[in-house]
């Protein structure tokens, strides 16, 4: 038997942590991609961003997948053809990605693995044209949620009496949430990958078709087919990428709640605590933000986000998003691809924003959709917001070029 220890072990600060960068980024096709499974838009996905990182696959020790495969995401790095020693399969909804970047950079951070791939592909349009599946209602009626299923409380009625509950509380108003439709779509216009770049109007969401009080169609996020891919990596294998890093400046992740009842207050999303953790850990303020990315299922889903990431006071967000402050030129630039709501939503979004970012503060958005600031220069610092499930958890990434 070994003998007692007569020192102790290394303590949690002995090991300088590495910072940790964004090295590559990609999409798949995205938009109506009718022929390739969900496993090819993954493939595609992670080819891309490894060419863009212009490193060698051998370098990948790490991969995070969610949503698809009975093992996910052992039978994904499969089909990549890697052998992975470290691994994240969190699923938490459309923060699901946010929330696997904060994982993956503490564990390149601490040592435990060098460079970790994320990707995702999903085919959620194509299979319901085909009638491989249909339209899901809810997440299913077992656990808590039994409780509720029953009663014909669907995913998008979640979204929908929370967003009458700011209004009741607030005075928001209908044409204040069309707003944050019209400026994703005007953001899309400049986007050749969006799948809706045509212009709309207040009226053209006010007028639509009620899905449920108060979101008529333009108020919901779109579905579509796509995949996308992030490559994360340690600080050392900086010198050998073909691009500028983009570096993790602080994360931050919460969870809520499943069942409504047990939701505290409606106007409040568990942003409100990631985005917190995200901005004390980066050591940034919202106002040192040029621009974010924040998941918008729905359009209430971005203007309470705003407003619990501290970017405008509670309560204030109707009339924080009006006048044109979250187009690429506005005060605040969001979503400027599109969004979930006019560029594509193909299930879980999250990683899709984590994408926009870089190429965001890499400066190749293109001359249509790159966000400039008022004395010429790049953005430097970028926000990532995901949120899963019915405000049930979020994930808050802080990106920056230094």
Known sequence: MPGPLTTPPPGPGSRPRRRVAVAGVALSDCGRVDGPTPYALHAQAARRALADSGLDRSVIDGFASAGLGTLAPVEVAEYLGLRPTWVDSTSVGGSTWEVMAAHAADAIAAGHANAVLLVYGSTARADIKARRRTS???FGARGPLQFEVPYGHTLISKYAMAARRHMHEYGTTLEQLASVAVQARANAAGNPDAMFRDPITVEDVLSGEMIADPFTKLHCCIRSDGGCAVLLVAEDHVPDTAKAPVWVLGTGTSVSHTTMSEWED?????????GRLAFARAGLRPADVDLAQIYDAFTYMTLVTLEDLGFCAKGEGGPFVEKGRLLRDGELPVNTDG?????????????????????QLRGEAGPDRQVVKRDGRLPEVALASGTGGWFCSSGTVILGRN
Do not use: K
């Open 266 to 274: 409606f106007t409040v999303s568990p942003a409100a605590v990631s």
């Open 136 to 138: 899901n209602l809810s």
């Open 339 to 359: 969004g979930g709501l006019s560029a594509c939503h193909p299930g879980m979004r999250g990683l899709f924003l984590l994408v926009e970012a870089v190429r």
